[in-house]
């Protein structure tokens, strides 16, 4: 079974930076890309940052918002994907969401963990 | 800019309903790679179509997906209780853009 399990959200002050981790089983990871996606409190969903699978060089990319802030990274020792988040600040408060992108959707999600940026 | 979905529809059950989604040629017009996933609050997205109208292993044949230019569309027919949620379309915008997702729109049963 696919399991994609989040964790490392919380209470951080603006400006502050979290590190967030998606712990994968169920498949074999690094045979995927993988992929952060947010929901902000009453918003709808924004993708956030995205890596290619190793094979294709295990290049980053990430959504304007965050560019230059957020850093997305993958061990395929460990399954995890990761999620290094930088000069926080309140419109980065959210649940954050890991997904799987096998080429043409997100088809596995994790539960999510939630982020609130406040002082 | 995000995919543009109305903001909520509703229907009794056994009803059917469409959910649009409006893009532009640079995503939803030049891809077929349109998803749409079903939003519980509190609960892990669901992906319920792909490719624009192919239906993953285990969901319902009440759910189908179809694309006409810039638009995608959302139909669930046969309307359950247990189908109020909130439904996101996203498109495939390229390697520069990566995704697009709609704005989400709220679907209730009455």
């Known amino acids: 079974e696919v399991q994609l399990v989040e964790s490392g959200g919380g209470l951080v002050q603006p400006g502050r930076s979290l590190r967030l981790s998606c712990t994968a089983s169920g498949f074999p990871f690094g045979d995927y890309a993988m992929t952060w996606v947010r929901q902000a409190p009453g918003k709808g969903l924004e993708w956030v940052a995205f890596?290619?699978?190793?094979?294709?060089?295990?290049?980053?990319q990430y959504a304007a918002s965050v560019e230059g802030r957020f850093a997305i990274s993958r061990d395929d020792s460990k399954s995890i994907a990761y999620l290094q988040m930088n000069s926080l600040d309140a419109e980065d408060t959210a649940v954050y969401y890991c997904a799987r992108w096998p080429g043409d959707a997100f088809d596995f999600w994790g539960q999510g963990t939630m982020v609130t940026v406040s002082s | 800019s995000a995919l543009t979905q109305p903001a909520s529809v509703s229907g009794s059950p056994g009803q059917s309903i469409t959910i649009s989604c409006t893009g532009t040629?640079?995503?939803?017009?030049?891809?077929?790679?349109v998803s749409w996933y079903q939003h519980h609050p509190g609960k892990a997205p669901k992906f319920i179509i792909f490719d624009v109208n192919k239906r993953p292993s285990g969901v319902s044949n009440r759910f189908s997906g179809s694309k006409s230019g810039n638009t995608a569309t959302l139909t669930i027919s046969g309307l359950q209780a247990e189908d109020e949620a909130d439904y996101y379309c996203?498109?495939?915008?390229?390697?520069?853009?990566?995704?697009?997702f709609g704005g989400g729109t709220k679907l209730t049963v009455l």
């Open positions: 040629t640079s995503d939803v017009g030049s891809y077929n790679l």
């Open positions: 890596i290619k699978r190793k094979m294709y060089g295990g290049t980053p």
């Open positions: 996203c498109s495939y915008a390229g390697s520069d853009n990566f995704v697009l």
